[in-house]
C-alpha cells in the first residue's frame, strides 16, 4: 500500500510554462512534507520542503500548495526551464506512527522542452 | 567536498556471496539511513539507526543487515546476495527526523 503518492508519474512542458506536479498521502499524521529531485544518475537532493503549520511554500520559481484537509499538495514551477528537467519526489514524515521515517513516493519525471 | 560518500561506487556480486557496502558521513548527523532505488518504485526505507552502535530496520529490511560502528559509519551487508538484490543503493544522513535527508553518490549493485 502507498502511503505517498503522486501523479502524473511522467510531465512535459514546454520552457516558460508552468509545469504541476501532485502528491497525495494516507497518513494524516504526517508533519513534514518535502520535495526532493533528482537528476539523471545522480542522487536526490532537497527541492523544498514544508510543515502543515502553513499552506503554501514559495522559494523562487518553486511553490508547495499544501491541503491539509484533502491530505494532497502540490509542486507548482512557474517559467519552467530545461534545467528542471529530473524526477521529483515527494515525501512525508511524521513522528507519531511512523517514528519520522521518510516515506518516498513513487516519483514524478519532468521534461521541459526548450 | 562531499559530506556522504559510498564505497564501491559500483559492483558485481555472485548469488549467493556477501556483500558489504559503505557509508562515511562528515555531517556530524545522528541519523543515517540505507535506501535502495528501482525504476518504478522510488526510494525504498531498508535501515536506519540514530546512534552509533544501533540499527533500526526500515521497511524492506529482510535480506539485509546494518551496521553502524560510529557515528560517521554505516554499513549494508547482504550475507547471501540474490537477483532481486540488483538495484542503486544510496546512504544518506540527516540531523534528526523532519530535517533535511543528504544523500549520498549512490552504489549500483549488480547480482549476477
Known amino acids: 500500500q502507498q502511503q505517498v503518492r503522486q501523479s502524473p508519474q511522467s510531465l512535459t512542458v514546454w520552457e516558460g510554462e508552468t509545469a504541476i506536479l501532485n502528491c497525495s498521502y494516507e497518513?494524516?499524521?504526517?508533519?513534514?512534507f518535502p520535495w526532493y529531485w533528482q537528476f539523471p544518475r545522480e542522487s536526490p537532493a532537497l527541492l523544498i520542503a514544508?510543515?502543515?503549520?502553513?499552506n503554501k511554500k514559495e522559494d523562487g520559481r518553486f511553490t508547495i500548495f499544501f491541503n491539509k484537509r484533502e491530505k494532497k499538495l502540490s509542486l507548482h514551477i512557474t517559467d519552467s526551464q530545461p534545467g528542471d528537467s529530473a524526477t521529483y519526489f515527494c515525501?512525508?514524515?511524521?513522528?507519531?506512527?511512523?517514528?519520522?521515517?521518510?516515506?518516498f513516493g513513487l516519483g514524478t519525471t519532468l521534461q521541459v522542452q526548450p | 567536498e562531499a559530506a556522504v560518500t559510498q564505497s564501491p561506487r559500483s559492483k558485481v556480486a555472485v548469488t549467493g556471496g556477501k556483500v558489504t557496502l559503505s557509508c562515511h558521513q562528515t555531517?556530524?548527523?545522528?541519523?543515517m539511513y540505507w535506501y535502495r532505488q528501482d525504476t518504478g518504485h522510488g526510494l525504498r526505507l531498508i535501515h536506519y539507526?540514530?546512534?552509533?552502535?544501533?540499527?533500526e530496520k526500515g521497511d524492506i529490511p529482510d535480506g539485509y543487515k546494518a551496521s553502524r560502528p560510529s557515528q560517521e559509519n554505516f554499513s549494508l551487508i547482504l550475507e547471501l546476495a540474490s537477483l532481486s538484490q540488483t538495484a542503486v543503493y544510496f546512504c544518506?544522513?540527516?540531523?534528526?527526523?523532519?530535517?533535511?535527508?543528504?544523500f549520498g553518490p549512490g552504489t549500483r549493485l549488480t547480482v549476477l
Open positions: 544518506a544522513s540527516s540531523e534528526g527526523t523532519g530535517w533535511e535527508q543528504y
Open positions: 514544508i510543515r502543515p503549520v502553513s
Open positions: 515525501a512525508a514524515s511524521g513522528k507519531a506512527g511512523n517514528t519520522g521515517k521518510l516515506i
Open positions: 539507526s540514530y546512534v552509533a552502535d544501533s540499527t
Open positions: 555531517n556530524n548527523h545522528d541519523y
Open positions: 497518513d494524516s499524521t504526517f508533519d513534514y
